[in-house]
């Protein structure tokens, strides 16, 4: 991915939260998470403009981050990149702690097998295009970054040939 890079001194974990709450702030609407492998992604749309972070852990206090915006119409903007990486330090300077199920609120989880119990490595937001590699039963094969799978409960999309994440019926909780 090419793009800005940034090194932060506090664990994935930390990072990835302080990030995706940012990008909430600065008006972004996340559309995938993923975690796992000590790497991260993540990424968001705000009007014309796209993001694609991926974080990876170096150690286990240092994230790499790579940040790239996307204008349709328009050339990457640098300094946008720059103000996400200072916004996202300042956040983690001043140890603030989030609710990680109030970040992903709303988001379907992407699991490491077909199994509610099975880690989550993943969530995916209404309307979101996933990547179907197979469907089992009442679950689906998605591609994930790196090339590793996971799997969605396949009641959470659209039509298999849009592989898009749709709301949840009222009253279904198994998100």
């Not at 974990?13 to 996340?30: P, T, Y």
């Not at 403009?49 to 790579?66: F, G, H, N, Y």
């Not at 799978?149 to 279904?172: I, Q």
Request: some cysteine.
């Amino acid at each position: 991915m090419v793009g800005q890079q940034e090194s932060f001194s506090y664990p994935l974990n930390q990072v990835l939260e302080a990030a995706v709450f940012d990008l909430r702030e600065m008006g972004f609407s996340i559309f995938r998470i993923e975690k796992f492998n000590q790497n991260g992604l993540i990424r968001a749309q705000w009007q014309d403009t796209s993001v694609s972070a991926s974080l990876e852990t170096i150690t286990p206090r240092l994230t790499k981050v790579t940040c790239k915006l996307h204008r349709d119409h328009a050339a990457r903007e640098y300094s946008s990149e720059e103000e996400l990486f200072t916004t996202i330090r300042e956040r983690l300077k001043q140890g603030q702690t989030f609710n990680w199920e109030e970040l992903v609120a709303g988001m379907a989880k992407i699991h490491t097998a077909s199994n509610e119990n099975s880690p989550v490595v993943g969530y995916v937001a209404t309307g979101a295009e996933v990547e179907i590699i197979e469907e089992e039963g009442e679950w689906c094969k998605v591609a994930l970054m790196d090339n590793f799978r996971g799997y969605m409960r396949l009641k959470h999309l659209g039509s298999a040939k849009e592989g898009a994440f749709k709301p949840p019926e009222e009253g279904d909780t198994s998100l």
